[in-house]
């Protein structure tokens, strides 16, 4: 990615005409509601259909992501199918990047990576409160498969920064 590019992204506002507080405030509360959902919601949570939050994140993230993406990248990462397990929830979001952004990936795809987590980590990794490699490390958050596509993720993530600020 080069830094034209990179600096140019950064300095646009990925959520124009939304305030800042009131994303942050959103981010917030559902880290907060996951957090506090009992063990029998939450097994009603693991039986629904993946299908509507995978498609919901897949929006976020050609609002958040897809603009700091160069094309290199763009290409390296295309049909590619990430698996995001979030642990507190019980949801596994499946998620594969095409030539239009980022969409829901098809059920029998294989997963390149999987990475799991809770969704207070992945809150925090979001918005460059935590560092990816501290998670890592502390066992808070977990990449398997692909170990040089997942290296390739967490590189282009660091070299962007926060998504949310």
Known sequence: MSMSKHDSAMSRDPHPGVPAHWLDALGNAAVQIAASLPEPLRRVVRTLPMQPPSFALARLLNRVLLPHLDSETHSAWSGRTVCLDLKDLGLRLR???????????PGGSPVAITIRSTSACLWRLARGIDDADRLFFEREL????????????????????????
């Open 142 to 165: 977990v990449m398997e498969g692909d170990t040089e596509f997942g290296l390739m993720v967490k590189n282009t993530l660091d070299a962007i920064g926060p998504l949310w600020s």
């Open 95 to 105: 998620l594969r990047l095409n030539a239009q952004g980022f969409g829901v990936a």
